[in-house]
């Protein structure tokens, strides 16, 4: 069965750090993703990376999120710098088996498998 473990997630001051991981079953996906949701809200994306190893950052983190892929492709990293409590949210490892546009990286109706997601809570 295919499987998605996030970890790394945690409570931090706004402006700290923290480093996301997620870890697939397979090396077959072509195309890894994180996304947030908070309570009331829709799901977004954060960043994703296709088979080119070329990450897509939301404009909303970019410059201060680092997305990351292990050479065995069954690891996905995000490092997560300069944080805003508005960023608190559960945080999700998505995955899919083919390529995407890059214009459509960061839209969650195209990803397939999702795991169960990780809290980060920024307080201010």
């Known amino acids: 069965r295919t499987q998605l473990v996030e970890s790394g997630g945690g409570s931090v001051q706004s402006g700290g750090s923290l480093r996301l991981s997620c870890a697939a079953s397979?090396?077959?996906?072509?195309?890894m993703a994180w996304f947030r949701q908070a309570p009331g809200e829709k799901r977004e994306g954060v960043a994703a990376i296709t088979q080119d190893n070329i990450p897509e950052y939301a404009d909303s983190v970019l410059g201060r999120f680092t997305l990351s892929r292990d050479f065995s492709r069954t690891t996905l990293n995000l490092e997560m710098d300069k944080l805003k409590p508005e960023e608190t949210a559960m945080y999700y490892c998505?995955?899919?088996?083919?390529?995407?546009?890059?214009?459509?990286?960061?839209?969650?109706?195209?990803?397939?498998?999702w795991g169960q997601g990780t809290q980060v809570t920024v307080s201010s």
């Open positions: 397979t090396n077959t996906f072509r195309t």
């Open positions: 998505a995955a899919r088996d083919n390529s995407l546009p890059r214009s459509d990286l960061l839209d969650d109706w195209y990803y397939s498998y």
